[in-house]
């Protein structure tokens, strides 16, 4: 049985050339940018600019070639324009470089004779010298732990989730809808056409990388329909593996090709693979980071039962219909349970003890802990969603609000330390400005905290279902022992 190919010298070099560096400070350059985002991001290791003019940038020399680096050099990025490529990968070849990141378009995913030319043209000569090629038309890799980034304001602070994606923009997309909500990469690939290593290569590699803990993707289509069965599968085995499957409609489809090259395939086809595979589908980069968050912050589930806690009866309302149409149970608690609910408070006047939970005035900090406690050791919930409604109160002031809801965000802060069971938060209506701002803020506050954090009840509620559906699959997967 072939094994996956080892990449970590992929994310770990200890120098980088950058091919197209200009000393024109003043002029867009991607080679400079480059340049500048590996200083700033903070790489550990040489960075050699490169161009044929010569001359010098932030105080380093500019080499002619990569034949005159006084050093050993492991990967190129090239940021040079398609024509001149195939000389720039025979001089890597003889200075034993090991892998070429192109940047540079202009090969064949723009349907030219000659940019399909140029392609093998640079991919024989790689092969012939032993370089592995990312791309081209990409932005390439980026990995905190190896000192890569493709941009310096992504996050340095190293995670376990892994992204692969045949687009530069959406690969930027969800770095930073990620960082933004707690979600830090181990590894993320813009691999562009995926001319030498695809799709199943980085698959292979990272269902066995010892950093990747969750894998996401972002696919147009593939090249290697079986292997990549294969490698999903494998990887699905062992990893959540959480899919964005785009350009299945017939104009997605020839915007897939015109893009990256890949073969998109139907709709149909797609979600049958996806399912048998074990992976999950995700409907957009949003969503797949919804999922992630679920995965990195809750405990696996020991069933798919959900018990809604929030403030609102009309909030109630919505999200019993949106958890429900997803799929989950959110099942009535039993006489016994809604009893002892009961007797922690003065009365049941404005409040509902069914399932949503309405509290709407829960008293005292103590009565909502002991409130939290007594659903966190009942077997009638397998997860709880604590949800807060942000523009539902129609008889206070902002400033009231403000104070209420601040409250209320910092018990569940105190309580999530306390509870066994998977927890999650819905922030939940915030039209105007300032509950805009506090939504904000309390999102940050709760990621921080380790808590799965949902900007929407639809969200929340497709993800979850989502998260429960994967457990309850593998579960079943696994023989009783």
């Known amino acids: 049985m072939k094994t996956?190919?080892?990449?970590?010298?992929?994310?770990?070099?200890?120098?980088?050339?950058?091919?197209?560096?200009?000393?024109?400070?003043k002029q867009f350059n991607a080679g400079l940018k480059y340049l500048e985002g590996l200083m700033q991001f903070g790489f550990k290791g040489k960075v050699y600019p490169m161009n044929p003019t010569g001359g010098e940038i932030m105080g380093m020399t500019i080499y002619k070639s990569v034949k005159d680096i006084p050093d050993k050099v492991d990967f190129i990025i090239s940021a040079i324009p398609a024509p001149y490529t195939p000389q720039l990968?025979?001089?890597?070849?003889?200075?034993?470089?090991?892998?070429?990141?192109?940047?540079?378009?202009?090969?064949?995913?723009?349907?030219?004779?000659?940019?399909?030319?140029?392609?093998?043209?640079?991919?024989?000569?790689?092969?012939?010298?032993?370089?592995?090629?990312?791309?081209?038309?990409?932005?390439?890799?980026?990995?905190?732990?190896?000192?890569?980034?493709?941009?310096?304001?992504?996050?340095?602070?190293?995670?376990?989730?892994?992204?692969?994606?045949q687009s530069g923009g959406n690969a930027a997309h969800c770095v930073q809808e990620g960082n933004s909500r707690g979600v830090f990469f181990s590894k993320v690939i813009s691999m562009g056409n995926g001319a030498d290593l695809n799709e199943s290569d980085y698959?292979?590699?990272?269902?066995?990388?010892?950093?990747?803990?969750?894998?996401?993707?972002?696919?147009?289509?593939?090249?290697q329909g079986p292997r990549f069965f294969k490698a999903l599968k494998t990887a699905a085995k062992t990893k959540p593996t959480i899919i964005l499957k785009v350009g299945t409609s017939a104009s997605g489809a020839e915007a897939a090709i015109s893009h990256t090259t890949a073969l998109a395939g139907s709709d149909q086809v797609w979600d049958g693979v996806l399912k048998q595979a074990g992976a999950i589908?995700?409907?957009?980069?949003?969503?797949?980071?919804?999922?992630?968050?679920?995965?990195?912050?809750?405990?696996?589930?020991?069933?798919?039962?959900?018990?809604i806690i929030g403030i609102g009866g009309g909030a109630s309302v919505l999200l019993a219909d949106e958890f429900t149409h997803t799929g989950l149970v959110l099942p009535r608690l039993s006489d016994k349970l809604r009893q002892s609910l009961i007797e922690l408070f003065s009365s049941e006047a404005g409040r509902i003890f069914k399932n949503p939970i309405d509290l709407n005035n829960f008293e005292s900090p103590e009565n909502f802990f002991k409130t939290m406690k007594t659903l966190d050791q009942s077997?009638?919930?397998?997860?709880?969603?604590?949800?807060?409604?942000?523009?539902?109160?129609?008889?206070?002031?902002?400033?009231?609000?403000?104070?209420?809801i601040g409250v209320y965000l910092q018990l569940i802060s105190q309580i999530k330390k306390e509870m066994n069971k998977p927890l999650a938060v819905i922030l939940h209506s915030y039209s105007s400005t300032e509950m805009r701002k506090l939504a904000l803020d309390a999102a940050k506050d709760l990621s921080a905290a380790g808590i799965a954090v949902f900007p929407s009840i639809q969200r929340a509620a497709l993800a979850l279902s989502k998260f429960a559906g994967y457990h309850k699959k593998h579960k079943a997967a696994v023989p009783a022992t």
């Open 4 to 25: 996956a190919e080892n990449l970590d010298f992929l994310f770990h070099p200890q120098t980088i050339a950058i091919a197209g560096v200009s000393e024109k400070v």
């Open 89 to 165: 990968v025979a001089d890597a070849a003889q200075k034993g470089v090991r892998a070429i990141h192109f940047f540079t378009s202009g090969f064949s995913e723009i349907e030219n004779v000659e940019g399909k030319r140029l392609q093998a043209d640079i991919m024989a000569r790689a092969k012939a010298g032993g370089i592995r090629v990312i791309g081209p038309n990409c932005l390439g890799l980026y990995c905190p732990g190896g000192g890569l980034s493709f941009n310096a304001d992504f996050e340095k602070v190293s995670g376990s989730v892994a992204m692969i994606s």
């Open 203 to 223: 698959l292979e590699y990272l269902a066995q990388d010892e950093e990747t803990k969750i894998i996401t993707a972002y696919i147009e289509g593939v090249r």
């Open 281 to 307: 589908r995700a409907g957009s980069i949003e969503e797949m980071m919804d999922i992630t968050l679920a995965f990195q912050h809750m405990q696996v589930p020991t069933g798919n039962k959900i018990v």
């Open 379 to 404: 077997e009638e919930a397998d997860l709880l969603v604590i949800h807060v409604a942000f523009d539902h109160f129609g008889l206070i002031s902002i400033q009231e609000k403000e104070l209420m």
